[in-house]
């Protein structure tokens, strides 16, 4: 397969065109600023074009012959909280979707994140049940999340007009190496984020297995939590929430001990297999 890979030079991208090259694919992947110090720089299978992805006619002569595209191109926080990181990765979200419709590709997997909850980067955490899942609330209080939010309304949107379409929205959490470089000293600090994290191959491999199984189940826009099964954290997951979220609501099912993550990705095993693993 042939596999557009956007925001290929960021730190996920990598991992995933990476991980694409390793599995016999041929990877074209783009980015608005190149760079040399890749490993995967000379593959022969590996194709690199410099695009501002923001223009839509640069969007579609990109992906003109892949087969699926991997949209991993964004500013991956808020950084002034205002305009820009909202307005440009909205802008880029459309475009890629777009182009994808108008050229024939129906496979699309878009990194969503974690965030279109209100975590991290909000004024106060806040959750409804654990552990989570798709059918959580999302309301985002700030630019970040709230472009991850309207790049899934995108693809609700453009499904609808191309039911031949399948894109999965990949809510990702923090892509790490390791475990154990997710490990944080304040926990007070890293409540927003549920003390989660996915090791960085693993997400590559949920963005790649999105695009590559077949499920004839599946059409149209689905979205996914991807995340690791325990947090990086050296107190027990009960007494976490015991802590931090005292009032919320632990549905049936959840072990109330160990290490246990606050996340629920049964949903990305059961469309298409994919299950946590820390390579590193």
């Given at each position: 397969?042939?596999?557009?890979?956007?925001?290929?030079?960021?730190?996920?991208?990598?991992?995933?065109?990476?991980?694409?090259?390793?599995?016999?694919?041929?990877?074209?992947?783009?980015?608005?600023?190149?760079?040399?110090?890749?490993?995967?720089?000379?593959?022969?299978?590996?194709?690199?074009?410099?695009?501002d992805?923001?223009?839509?006619?640069?969007?579609?002569?990109?992906?003109?012959?892949?087969d699926?595209?991997?949209?991993?191109?964004?500013?991956n926080?808020?950084?002034?909280?205002?305009?820009?990181?909202?307005?440009?990765?909205?802008?880029?979200?459309?475009?890629?979707?777009?182009?994808?419709?108008?050229?024939?590709?129906?496979?699309?997997?878009?990194?969503?994140?974690?965030?279109?909850?209100?975590?991290?980067?909000?004024?106060?955490?806040?959750?409804?049940?654990?552990?989570?899942?798709?059918?959580?609330?999302?309301?985002?209080?700030?630019?970040?999340?709230?472009?991850?939010?309207?790049?899934?309304?995108?693809?609700?949107?453009?499904?609808?007009?191309?039911?031949?379409?399948?894109?999965?929205?990949?809510?990702?959490?923090?892509?790490?190496?390791?475990?154990?470089?997710?490990?944080?000293?304040d926990?007070?600090?890293a409540?927003?984020?549920?003390?989660?994290?996915?090791?960085?191959?693993?997400?590559?491999?949920?963005?790649?297995?999105?695009?590559?199984?077949?499920?004839?189940?599946?059409?149209?826009?689905?979205?996914?939590?991807?995340?690791a099964?325990?947090?990086?954290?050296?107190?027990?997951?009960?007494e976490?929430?015991?802590?931090?979220f005292?009032?919320?609501?632990?549905?049936?099912g959840?072990?109330?001990?160990?290490?246990?993550?606050?996340?629920?990705?049964?949903?990305?095993?059961?469309?298409?297999?994919?299950?946590?693993?820390?390579?590193?």
């Amino acid at each position: 397969m042939k596999i557009a890979i956007t925001g290929c030079n960021g730190m996920v991208g990598q991992r995933v065109v990476l991980r694409a090259l390793q599995t016999s694919h041929t990877v074209v992947g783009i980015d608005n600023v190149a760079k040399e110090g890749t490993e995967f720089r000379h593959d022969p299978h590996f194709i690199f074009i410099l695009a501002d992805l923001t223009h839509f006619e640069e969007t579609l002569k990109a992906f003109e012959g892949c087969d699926a595209i991997v949209q991993l191109a964004a500013i991956n926080q808020p950084i002034d909280y205002k305009v820009n990181t909202h307005n440009r990765n909205v802008v880029i979200s459309w475009n890629v979707l777009r182009a994808a419709a108008e050229l024939g590709i129906h496979r699309v997997a878009q990194a969503s994140s974690v965030n279109v909850l209100r975590g991290v980067y909000s004024v106060q955490p806040q959750f409804d049940y654990f552990p989570i899942d798709e059918r959580h609330p999302t309301l985002p209080d700030e630019p970040y999340g709230l472009s991850k939010l309207i790049a899934e309304m995108q693809a609700d949107t453009i499904v609808r007009r191309y039911p031949r379409m399948r894109v999965a929205s990949l809510r990702l959490h923090w892509s790490i190496p390791t475990r154990a470089r997710a490990y944080r000293k304040d926990n007070e600090k890293a409540k927003g984020d549920l003390w989660g994290y996915v090791q960085e191959d693993s997400s590559a491999e949920a963005f790649l297995r999105a695009v590559t199984e077949e499920n004839d189940e599946w059409k149209g826009h689905e979205t996914f939590f991807i995340a690791a099964p325990q947090v990086a954290a050296d107190e027990d997951s009960l007494e976490l929430k015991q802590k931090y979220f005292p009032d919320v609501t632990v549905r049936e099912g959840w072990v109330k001990s160990g290490r246990r993550g606050f996340f629920d990705c049964s949903k990305a095993e059961r469309f298409f297999g994919w299950v946590h693993r820390d390579y590193a």
